[in-house]
């Protein structure tokens, strides 16, 4: 069975702080690995594609890479706008989130 | 623009039916295939549904299979999800995203904002 493993579950930060969320998977997925951005009663935001596509309009401190099962998403520079849950996605799984918060 | 609108969620009881939709606006809408996402509360998303653009192949997630279906009017730009045999486990914000790519190898690059279903007695 494929399996994703998103960690940390939850990470606390400042505003200027450069975070980095990881996502594994169980098997290689060369580089279909996908980020999104979620807050509650919005839409989730779609972020990276093909694990390091910065998609049109997310700004340039978001950034994506990896290839086969290990994969991570680096924000620089954490602006207010930035606090919200993050989700990896490969095919019908995706991630278990992470909820980067305000420390 | 490019939008999709979730409707229909609301407080059911175990057992019952419920008939989700999603209108979309502002693209060709019978071009791309469609997803149902949902997030439990205090849960993460989880895919529930995808279909084709013609619905002529449909996918379940093994929790919902058997007992939801999707299906779509290309006519009217609406995406549904029937509901049936409902438990306190469905209870989550229905999302649904239009996807984007082949197979397994897709992303969704517009989401709904989501409508609330909760089961409960």
């Known amino acids: 069975d494929f399996q994703m493993t998103q960690s940390p579950s939850t990470l606390s930060a400042s505003v200027g702080d450069r975070v980095t969320i990881r996502c594994r998977t169980s098997?290689?997925?060369?580089?279909?690995l996908v980020w999104y951005q979620h807050k509650p009663g919005r839409a989730p935001k779609l972020l990276i594609t093909?694990?390091?596509m910065l998609e049109s309009g997310v700004p340039s401190r978001f950034s994506g890479s990896g290839s086969g099962t290990d994969f991570t998403l680096t924000i620089t520079s954490l602006q207010p706008d930035d606090f919200a849950t993050y989700y990896c996605?490969?095919?019908?799984?995706f991630g278990q989130g992470t909820k980067l918060e305000i420390k | 623009e490019v939008k999709l609108m979730e409707s229909g969620g609301t407080l059911v009881q175990p057992g019952e039916s419920l008939r989700l939709s999603c209108t979309a606006s502002?693209?060709?809408?019978?071009?791309?295939?469609m997803n149902w996402v949902r997030q439990a509360p205090g849960q993460g998303l989880e895919w529930v549904s995808a279909?084709?653009?013609?619905?002529?192949?449909?996918f379940y997630a093994g929790s919902v299979r058997g007992r939801f279906a999707i299906s779509r009017d290309n006519s009217r730009s609406i995406l549904f999800l029937q509901m049936n045999s409902l438990r306190a486990e469905d209870t989550a914000v229905y999302y649904c995203a239009r996807r984007i790519g082949y197979s397994r190898t897709y992303h969704m690059d517009v989401w709904g904002k989501g409508t609330t279903v909760t089961v409960s007695s």
């Open positions: 502002g693209f060709t809408f019978y071009n791309y295939d």
């Open positions: 279909t084709d653009p013609g619905a002529s192949s449909t």
């Open positions: 996605q490969y095919s019908d799984t």
């Open positions: 098997q290689s997925i060369s580089s279909w």
């Open positions: 093909k694990a390091s």
